[in-house]
């Protein structure tokens, strides 16, 4: 009877590794993005192409990413649930909805939240923090609360000047307690200059910072950029909003 124990209990241990929620990761990395510059960067000849909701903050949410060391990250993994239920987020879903936003209104905001979820959040659940849908958005919700990207980055813009990464750097080294950062640029449609489209940041699986890997490297990262004109809904026409721009990356 022996080896029938053996094998039943080998049998139980690989049921519970392969029942076992999310992926074993290495980092997380919260993104948070500048609307204005995500609007600037789309074809806005085409109608409604992006827009960006009323009360949406300067700066909002992408998602929260589960990350390997070596530069690649996990995805679509087994959850619970495995997709995405609107039902499971409906007592935080007004706020999610002021510093979640679609940017396309022609897509429900429900159809980002299920791509982040999805794609990303399912393979959070490895760890005890993101174990379940509500669990994964309150927590995005209170990294994006605890980080003031917005406020720490007052002093250099929006500006219609060029800032150089060094200023970039300087501005959130406060907020981020020294740790490298990673951002990336997006290309204006109108003007072909680049706009600072995103904030990168890194976190230990318990959500406190750290340096980044720096395995992203974009090659328009060092492009002086602007933008001259806001695409907020009903502001077409009204005077320049220029955005960040970037000179250097570090």
Same mark, same amino acid.
């Given at each position: 009877?022996?080896?029938?124990?053996?094998?039943?209990?080998?049998?139980?241990?690989?049921?519970?590794?392969?029942?076992?929620?999310? /992926?074993?990761?290495?980092?997380?990395?919260?993104?948070?993005?500048?609307? /204005?510059? /995500?609007?600037?960067?789309?074809?806005?000849?085409?109608?409604?192409?992006?827009?960006?909701?009323?009360?949406?903050?300067?700066?909002?949410?992408?998602?929260?990413?589960?990350?390997?060391?070596?530069?690649?990250?996990?995805?679509?993994? %087994?959850?619970? &649930?495995? %997709?995405?239920?609107?039902?499971?987020?409906?007592?935080?879903?007004?706020?999610?909805?002021?510093?979640?936003?679609?940017?396309?209104?022609?897509? $429900?905001?429900?159809?980002?939240?299920?791509? @982040?979820?999805?794609?990303?959040? $399912?393979?959070?659940?490895? @760890?005890?923090?993101?174990?379940?849908?509500?669990?994964?958005? $309150? @927590?995005?919700?209170?990294?994006?609360?605890?980080?003031?990207?917005?406020?720490?980055?007052?002093?250099?813009?929006?500006?219609?000047?060029?800032?150089?990464?060094?200023?970039?750097?300087?501005?959130?080294?406060?907020?981020? @307690?020294?740790?490298?950062?990673?951002?990336?640029? #997006?290309?204006?449609?109108?003007?072909? =200059?680049?706009?600072?489209?995103?904030? !990168?940041?890194?976190?230990?699986?318990? #959500? $406190?910072?750290?340096?980044?890997?720096? %395995?992203?490297?974009?090659? %328009?990262?060092?492009?002086?950029?602007?933008?001259?004109?806001?695409? !907020?809904?009903?502001?077409?026409?009204? &005077?320049?909003?220029?955005?960040? =721009?970037?000179?250097?990356?570090?």
């Amino acid at each position: 009877m022996k080896p029938l124990i053996v094998i039943l209990l080998i049998s139980i241990s690989l049921t519970s590794i392969l029942c076992r929620d999310g /992926v074993p990761f290495d980092y997380l990395m919260f993104t948070t993005i500048y609307p /204005v510059a /995500v609007c600037r960067a789309d074809d806005d000849s085409v109608p409604e192409s992006c827009e960006i909701p009323d009360g949406t903050p300067q700066w909002s949410i992408h998602g929260l990413w589960p990350n390997f060391e070596n530069g690649s990250y996990p995805q679509n993994c %087994h959850g619970t &649930p495995k %997709h995405f239920d609107e039902n499971l987020i409906k007592s935080i879903e007004d706020r999610l909805i002021k510093i979640w936003p679609n940017l396309y209104p022609k897509k $429900t905001i429900q159809s980002f939240w299920k791509h @982040e979820y999805d794609k990303h959040g $399912t393979c959070a659940q490895s @760890e005890k923090l993101f174990e379940s849908e509500l669990a994964y958005f $309150t @927590e995005v919700m209170k990294v994006f609360d605890s980080i003031d990207v917005a406020g720490a980055l007052k002093s250099i813009g929006p500006s219609d000047k060029n800032i150089g990464g060094i200023d970039l750097k300087n501005s959130l080294a406060g907020v981020l @307690e020294g740790k490298s950062f990673e951002f990336n640029c #997006l290309r204006d449609k109108k003007t072909k =200059q680049y706009l600072l489209g995103d904030i !990168r940041i890194c976190l230990n699986k318990d #959500l $406190t910072l750290r340096d980044c890997p720096g %395995h992203h490297v974009d090659s %328009h990262l060092n492009r002086v950029s602007r933008f001259e004109r806001s695409t !907020r809904k009903g502001q077409r026409g009204q &005077p320049p909003l220029p955005s960040f =721009q970037v000179s250097r990356v570090y």
